[in-house]
C-alpha cells in the first residue's frame, strides 16, 4: 500500500509529501521537501581519502532521506576484475543445467533455476508471481558444494567478495557520519556480517512469457525491497531497473552503460540502495525502496546480467531505533528485533519454505 497526502507545494520548512508505504511488517512515513526525480551520482573520493568527509556524507544522507537510492564513483574497485567476473559468470550460465546444480547450499546458497525465487512474496503473502531470472548465490567462507566447480570464477569471486565486503564497511561508515554518529559506531554491528555475493542471470526474451497470475511477464524481478543494510549493484546495463519514487511513480535507475572490454577511462559506477535493517534503524528516516526489473523493449531479446552484493549486519545484531534519527518527541516505531530473525523471514517467503541460517554460516564469520 502507498499512500500520499500532499501539502505546499514549495521548498520552505513545510513539508512537499507525506508518504506512508507498508512493506509487510515494515511502515514508512517519510517526509522530504523535494525529489528532483532523478537518483544522484556520489563521488566517494573524497570520503575515502579524508578530504571531504562530511561534504560526502551529507550528499549520501540526502539521497537515503529522498529516495533510497544513489550511485558512487571514486570508490577504487578494479575495472579488469569486473570484466574477468562478467566474462566467467556468462560461461557458468551457459553451461549445462547439470553443472549449475552442482553448486547447492542452504539458506538460499548456490545455484537457483529460473522461476525458483519469488521475491513478491516477501510483501505480498498471496503472490505466486515467480522470478524470470537463474542466479548463483555465494557468501564467505567458501563452503562445499556451495562454490562452482570453476577454479577461475571461484577466484574471482572470492577476490570481488573481498573488495565489496571493504566497500559495504566504509559505507556504513559513511552512513553514521550520516545519521551524525560517530564514524564507527556501526563497526562492532558489522564486523561478522552476514553478506551475500549473487550473480544473476536474466534470460532473453524472444516472444511472449506467459505465468499463472497476470497472464503476460511484465518484470523479471518484481517488485520488493532488499532486506538488509545495504546492497552494492553493479550492471553493464541497468535498463531495467526501476524505483518507486515519493511521488508514487517508477522512475528508471539508469546508470551509465558498461563495455568493461573497454578501458575508456571511466570510473565504474555502483549504485547503492539501503534495505529493510537500516530503515528499522533510523526510524523510517531513510527509505528501503520498493524497485523492480522490467522488461525493458530494448533489452527483451538478450539476456541481461548483474552482480549485486547484499550487506546485512552481524546475525546476533540487535536492531533498535538510533537516538540520533529520532524527532523531537518522536517514539521508536519497532520493538528490538535480531537481525538474523528479519532474515530467516524474508528468505523463507521469497522461497516458499522454512529457510534457517545455520549455526556454521554465523560461526564461520
Given at each position: 500500500m502507498v499512500s500520499y497526502r500532499f501539502s505546499s507545494p514549495t521548498l520552505s520548512s513545510t513539508p512537499l509529501l507525506s508518504i506512508t508505504q507498508t512493506h509487510t511488517s515494515i511502515v514508512a512515513t517519510i517526509r522530504i521537501e523535494y525529489f528532483s526525480g532523478t537518483i544522484p551520482t556520489i563521488d566517494i573520493s573524497g570520503f575515502l581519502d579524508g578530504s571531504d568527509k562530511m561534504a560526502v556524507a551529507a550528499k549520501v544522507g540526502q539521497?537515503?532521506?529522498e529516495?533510497?537510492?544513489?550511485?558512487?564513483r571514486g570508490h577504487g574497485v578494479d575495472r579488469e576484475l569486473l570484466r574477468k567476473l562478467q566474462m566467467s559468470s556468462s560461461a557458468f550460465f551457459d553451461s549445462p543445467i547439470t553443472i549449475k546444480q552442482l553448486s547447492t547450499g542452504p539458506f538460499g546458497l548456490g545455484y537457483m533455476g529460473?522461476?525458483?525465487?519469488?521475491?513478491?512474496a516477501t510483501l505480498k503473502q498471496d503472490s505466486q508471481v515467480k522470478d524470470y531470472k537463474e542466479s548463483l548465490n555465494l557468501t564467505l567462507p567458501v563452503r562445499d558444494g556451495v562454490w562452482p566447480p570453476n577454479n577461475d570464477l571461484r577466484e574471482l569471486c572470492s577476490t570481488y567478495y573481498s573488495q565489496m565486503e571493504t566497500l559495504a564497511s566504509q559505507l556504513m561508515r559513511l552512513f553514521a557520519l550520516a545519521m551524525n554518529l560517530d564514524e564507527c559506531f556501526f563497526d562492532d554491528k558489522v564486523d561478522k556480517p552476514y553478506t551475500?555475493?549473487?550473480?544473476?542471470?536474466?534470460?532473453?526474451?524472444?516472444?511472449e512469457k506467459t505465468d499463472t497470475v497476470t497472464g503476460v511477464v511484465t518484470t523479471r524481478n518484481a517488485e520488493h525491497t532488499d532486506y538488509g543494510t545495504l546492497t552494492i549493484l553493479w550492471s553493464s546495463d541497468s535498463r531495467g531497473l526501476q524505483a518507486l519514487s515519493r511521488q508514487g511513480e517508477w522512475i528508471d535507475v539508469m546508470a551509465p552503460i558498461v563495455d568493461v572490454s573497454i578501458d575508456d577511462g571511466d570510473d565504474i559506477v555502483f549504485i547503492i540502495n539501503i534495505g529493510d535493517l537500516m530503515m528499522n534503524w533510523t526510524n523510517d528516516k531513510w527509505v528501503s525502496t520498493l524497485h523492480r526489473v522490467v522488461v525493458h523493449p530494448e533489452t527483451q531479446g538478450r539476456r541481461r546480467m548483474s552482480i549485486p552484493f547484499f550487506h546485512n549486519p552481524?546475525?546476533?545484531a540487535v536492531i533498535e531505533c538510533i537516538p540520533s534519527c529520532l524527532r523531537?518527541?518522536?517514539?521508536?516505531?519497532?520493538?528490538?528485533?535480531l537481525a538474523k530473525s528479519h532474515l530467516e523471514a524474508k528468505v523463507s517467503k521469497a522461497l516458499g519454505k522454512t529457510e534457517t541460517m545455520d549455526d556454521d554460516l554465523i560461526l564461520e564469520k
Open positions: 539521497a537515503c532521506q529516495i533510497g537510492f544513489f550511485m558512487i529460473q522461476g525458483t525465487e519469488n521475491v513478491a551475500t555475493l549473487r550473480l544473476l542471470n536474466y534470460p532473453e526474451f524472444e516472444s552481524n546475525p546476533d523531537e518527541n518522536e517514539l521508536p516505531k519497532y520493538a528490538p528485533m
